[in-house]
């Protein structure tokens, strides 16, 4: 079985390839540059198992034409985790609408063009971002769950780096169910996504650790580059979920016959600022006093959340627990610091 990953160079991907190739799957990664192809099969010990293409921008609806033209009657499984997640941007429509939407949309017509009888099982990589309402007023008794959508639509959505990445996700996922339908008698693949929350956890090498890191571990590493007199947030900013249990759900996500058509609801709990402080003070004694002190996470354990989350068909659907909060921050900064020794 040969699996295509968009966007292997990424942090959640990385570790999507690692559990592939620990399968035995043979396993062709897209990248941006032949550099970064070039380093990720070096980090991978030249896999035999593992080839890399190059796909320099998803925003261009043929970007992926090339691959499949090359690989497509060999390709079995798709797995599109390419989308761009900065919210350091002011470009919106650039480089978060065009690229999530116009990637999603690309890969899917070049799967139609070369390879309609081949490729049986695709999974897109969305977001909790397609789900939530960013700019609902807080409501701890408001519960999403795997069947709702974020009502963004796609001018509104230009006003801030969040809310348009929120809308991104929505066009892209919206634009994937949509092509299904679309075009049921053209294709044979069948179609699930994977919607995750903040997703923590180490980096798949030690060598990808920077001074910033991707934007959901940076959450953790602004923590540990906090000041003994800073007062943290106490605001829940959201969900977290661990990337190794992101990972495994990409595989039971085009392995399971049961996740067939399934939205999968990746989300193990809530989280403030406060709370990987606090974890960072309990288990490293050692940056006691370097970083934010430990405090009493209020927001968090008078459940004044700002909306619930209910994926009971997710845990179902997957069967197994997922990583909790103390595990992925403690293995998170464990590598931080074993990376700047
Ligand atoms: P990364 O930024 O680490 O990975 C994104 C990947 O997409 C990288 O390989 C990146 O290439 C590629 N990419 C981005 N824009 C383009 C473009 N215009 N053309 C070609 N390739 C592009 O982020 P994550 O691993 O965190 O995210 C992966 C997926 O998971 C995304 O779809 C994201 O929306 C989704 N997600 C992530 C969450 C999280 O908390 N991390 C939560 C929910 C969903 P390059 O490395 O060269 O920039």
């Known amino acids: 079985m040969t699996v295509l990953v968009s966007g292997a160079t990424g942090f959640i991907a990385q570790h999507v390839v690692d559990s592939l190739l620990k399968a035995s799957y043979k396993v062709i990664g897209t990248a941006r540059t032949p550099a970064k192809a070039a380093k990720l099969l070096e980090q991978f010990g030249h896999n035999s198992n593992l080839s890399m293409e190059v796909v320099p921008d998803i925003s261009n609806i043929k970007g992926f034409d090339k691959v499949f033209e090359k690989h497509g009657k060999n390709i079995n499984i798709v797995l599109h985790t390419a989308s761009p997640f900065p919210f350091n941007i002011t470009q919106f429509e650039k480089d978060l609408l065009i690229p999530a939407r116009n990637g999603t949309r690309g890969i899917l017509e070049s799967i139609k063009k070369y390879s309609?009888?081949?490729v049986e099982?695709?999974?897109?990589?969305?977001?909790?971002?397609?789900?939530w309402d960013f700019e609902a007023a807080p409501n701890r008794n408001f519960v999403y769950n795997?069947?709702?959508?974020?009502?963004?639509?796609w001018e509104s959505a230009q006003t801030s780096a969040i809310m348009a990445y929120c809308a991104s996700k929505k066009f892209?996922?919206?634009t994937a169910w949509n092509f299904l339908h679309e075009y049921a008698n053209k294709i044979n693949f069948k179609l699930t996504t994977v919607n995750p929350v903040y997703v923590f956890g180490p980096q798949m090498f030690k060598s990808n650790v920077k001074e910033t890191l991707n934007t959901s571990c940076e959450i953790i590493n602004k923590v540990l580059k906090s000041n003994p007199r800073e007062q943290l947030s106490l605001e829940i900013p959201g969900e977290f979920i661990d990337v190794r249990d992101i990972a495994k759900a990409h595989l039971a996500a085009f392995q399971k016959k049961e996740t067939i058509g399934k939205?999968?609801?990746m989300s193990n709990g809530a989280f403030s600022e406060q709370t990987i402080c606090n974890l960072i003070n309990e288990e490293f004694p050692q940056l006691q006093g370097k970083i934010a002190p430990w405090a009493k996470d209020i927001k968090l354990d008078t459940g004044d959340?700002?909306?619930?989350?209910?994926?009971?068909?997710?845990?179902?659907?997957l069967e197994w627990d997922f990583i909790p909060i103390e595990k992925s921050v403690t293995d998170t900064v464990s590598q931080?610091?074993?990376a700047h020794k």
């Open 263 to 265: 939205r999968l609801l």
């Open 336 to 338: 931080i610091i074993e």
């Open 146 to 153: 795997e069947k709702m959508w974020n009502p963004a639509i």
């Open 116 to 118: 309609a009888d081949t």
């Open 305 to 317: 959340v700002p909306f619930s989350i209910d994926n009971t068909m997710t845990r179902k659907l």
């Open 172 to 174: 892209a996922e919206e």
């Open 121 to 131: 099982r695709v999974v897109v990589t969305s977001s909790f971002a397609s789900i």
